[in-house]
């Protein structure tokens, strides 16, 4: 069964507004959870690191300040994009830190941004 | 459910060899990506190979592919202890953003 539930699977939005994509971990209290982008056809990025309880880690080029983590409990990160614009339209994909566990991702977000 | 396999599961050889990780996978393909982890951290893309590219350099990474046999395997050469991580393949079939991945393989690299 899922154990990293994401939502919303897809969102269309107007120019300048921001949206909210929630990650929860179901069966596991993710003290970290990596937030990642994917344009079509193309690799995962990594963006951001968010810890609970402590500010997130960006990756070099990713504006913190657009591309807001907040990750309040050990079971829910999210990531807000804020005045979305165009070039923000992608896939969204978080995935929590499970060490040795493996490596387990959301469903996905797929933002469009009109 | 994982398609992509790579084995081995673990490798530990000693600094300065070669490493080589291996990925199988089951469907059609659009490319085929290589990741590191290390411990704790994120995934960091390596290479990207696409299904009509035969072998790809990247500083000391070398990733062949192999369409016909369905897999791809990925070198390190002259390893350093730095390289210690786990290493992901991951397929892009022919949807967009749809990736499937392998369970990965753990490699140490001793000093």
């Known amino acids: 069964g899922a154990v990293v539930s994401q939502h919303p699977s897809w969102v269309i939005c107007k120019s300048g507004t921001s949206v909210k994509i929630e990650c929860r971990s179901l069966?596991?209290?993710?003290?970290?959870m990596f937030w990642y982008r994917q344009f079509p056809k193309q690799s995962l990025m990594l963006m951001a690191t968010?810890?609970?309880?402590?500010?997130?880690?960006?990756e070099q080029g990713v504006e913190k300040d657009k591309f807001l983590i907040n990750h309040a409990s050990l079971t829910l990160s999210t990531l807000t994009v804020t005045s979305a614009h165009p070039e923000d339209s992608s896939f969204y994909i978080c995935s929590p830190d499970r060490g040795q566990l493996g490596a387990f991702f959301g469903q996905g977000t797929r933002l469009t941004v009109v | 459910s994982q398609q992509g396999e790579e084995d081995p599961q673990a490798l530990s050889i000693q600094e300065g060899e070669n490493a080589t990780m291996n990925c199988s996978y089951k469907t059609s393909i659009n490319n085929l990506q290589w990741y590191r982890q290390n411990s704790g951290r994120g995934l960091v893309h390596l290479i990207l190979?696409?299904?009509n590219e035969r072998e790809k350099h990247s500083g000391r990474l070398r990733v062949t592919l192999d369409t016909s046999k369905k897999s791809s395997s990925l070198l390190i050469t002259a390893s350093r202890a730095a390289d210690t991580a786990s290493y992901f393949c991951?397929?892009?079939?022919?949807?967009?953003?749809?990736?499937?991945w392998g369970a990965g393989t753990k490699l140490i690299i001793k000093p």
């Open positions: 069966d596991f209290q993710a003290t970290t």
């Open positions: 968010s810890n609970e309880g402590s500010k997130a880690t960006y």
């Open positions: 190979i696409r299904s």
């Open positions: 991951a397929t892009g079939p022919d949807s967009n953003y749809q990736l499937i």
